[in-house]
């Protein structure tokens, strides 16, 4: 009961900080009568219609834990989320996955067409480097921090990155393959992010190299938390929470870890990395934000 | 004749240039067996397919205009360049123009298949960011002028610049369009990544405020007479020479200068833009290599 009511908490505690972010996108996102306005209102509809928004949060609380209010990092945490956003629209596109709901509503080229869609996904990653390249307007911040921040967040999201990941998730599609491949494309596609983000706050924060080491080995942790849970969730979660169908990833024929690991050795594996995410961040102070968000994360799966 | 011999020079040394460029595009670029291997064989086939290399090529001499050694910005270069290459690979795709050659060779999705072109087009974009910031790390170059590189540079390629001139192109694909909405097509298309590039290499020099403008209004000029001639080579260009068949405009329903000015009002267009483009560097010393760019460009239509 006890846990229960403390991840209560914290999922009040993400929803406040998400609009926080929610607003923050809003008001750093191109304004939807902008000419042209198509591509404006397809990146805005993405970008706004909800999600967690763990990856800017958690650029927000690295931040923190470093000394750093988290106020000062917003424009890196938005960016971040739009190279999150770009990612699910030309993931959904017919060419990809083909998917028509993402956050509850329809995907981005079910409302605006393929091309338009493309393109917003086009527009929203080349925007993020613009609102990250912002935070070095804000008071405090290093210019070379935030030209570390862009390096680092590049590298994470291109093709030794997120596209790396989607690029072999695609080869795989329809076609059984090993444990190592699967934790290649997970570790990819979407640690690789989270990573960023931890890191990016941390540096912005200018965080010692060691402990910038300490929450890029937290970031792979819950990473492949994330995704195991999400591959759970998949099959045996409640489509109105998710608000996405489940079965997709049986319908595309993509490789999961319970179908490549099995269920229970999945969840002795989410149960490890929970230990281990928690041990890494033990030797900070006022930790307890990314204490409980790998119970948060955990708890998804119950 | 000596216009000829002067142009013919201005070619060969652009192509030395070029072979430049190529070089470091080969050394920024990931290595081909890099796992995953096919989405960095996309990224290397369309980047070094050839082509003139005229952004990267002015990012060099407008800093070389301004008293920098054109080495020193070589990595904006090619990050620009990367940038026009990721464009051109989503604009061949089926859901766009579905072109099947380009620079003389079959486009990136003809060979690798539409989605992994539709990541390496991703991962090109999001490479550019990290080669530009890499320009941070050479000697003289300041990391606030890296950081208005970036800000510029993804303004120009984003929604409000290079997007958006694909997005009004694509609304206006076989609709009749009025002069002013052609102009915003190709202002934005091509025009705003060359602006980038002089601006970029102007600023990386260090440039004063006032002459970071006069290369902003003189690349809008050689924008809209490379964008111009471009149309009427489409028309009456010899497809050996160009690389790829010619009448794609006319196929594809495209709005053009002459479709829409007709060919007279076309050429004298480029008539005036020239003059108005070299009036504005004549206040330069050195400034050769702008004023033959401009006979140049214009000379691709005779």
Chains 1, 2 share one sequence.
Not at 77 to 92: F, N, P, Q, R, V
Not at 260 to 272: A, I, R
Not at 282 to 293: A, G, T, V, W
């Amino acid at each position: 009961m006890e846990v229960l009511k403390r991840l209560d908490e914290f999922e009040k505690f993400l929803n406040q900080r998400a609009k926080m972010v929610d607003a923050a996108l809003d008001f750093y996102l191109p304004r939807e009568n902008d000419y042209p306005g198509k591509i404006h209102q397809a990146m805005r509809y993405s970008t706004l219609a909800g999600g967690k928004r763990l990856r800017p949060v958690m650029v927000m609380e690295s931040a923190k834990l470093f000394g750093l209010p988290f106020e000062k990092v917003l424009p890196t945490a938005c960016g971040i989320e739009m190279i999150h956003t770009y990612s699910l629209i030309h993931d959904d596109l017919p060419v990809m996955d083909n998917d028509d709901f993402r956050r509850g509503k329809p995907t981005c080229h079910r409302v605006f067409g393929d091309a338009v869609a493309l393109l917003a996904g086009d527009a929203l990653l080349t925007h993020a480097f613009s609102v990250i390249a912002r935070n070095s307007d804000i008071d405090g911040i290093s210019p070379l921090a935030v030209i570390d921040v862009i390096k680092r967040v590049s590298k994470d999201a291109g093709s030794n990155g997120m596209v790396g990941g989607q690029t072999v998730d695609i080869e795989s599609t329809g076609v059984s393959i090993d444990k190592e491949t699967l934790l290649y494309i997970d570790r990819h596609k979407t640690g690789c992010m989270i990573c960023a983000s931890l890191w990016s706050g941390a540096r912005l924060a200018e965080a010692p190299a060691q402990d910038l080491k300490v929450m890029d080995d937290y970031g792979e942790k819950i990473g492949l938390i994330f995704q195991i849970v999400d591959d759970i969730l998949d099959i045996n979660g409640d489509e109105k929470l998710l608000g996405k169908p489940t079965g997709s990833d049986v319908k595309n024929h993509k490789n999961t870890f319970p179908s490549v690991l099995g269920f229970q050795e999945s969840l002795e594996m989410v149960e490890k990395l929970s230990q281990e995410a928690k041990d890494l961040v033990s030797r900070f102070d006022n930790n307890e934000f990314f204490i409980q968000l790998v119970d948060f994360l955990q708890s998804r799966s119950y």
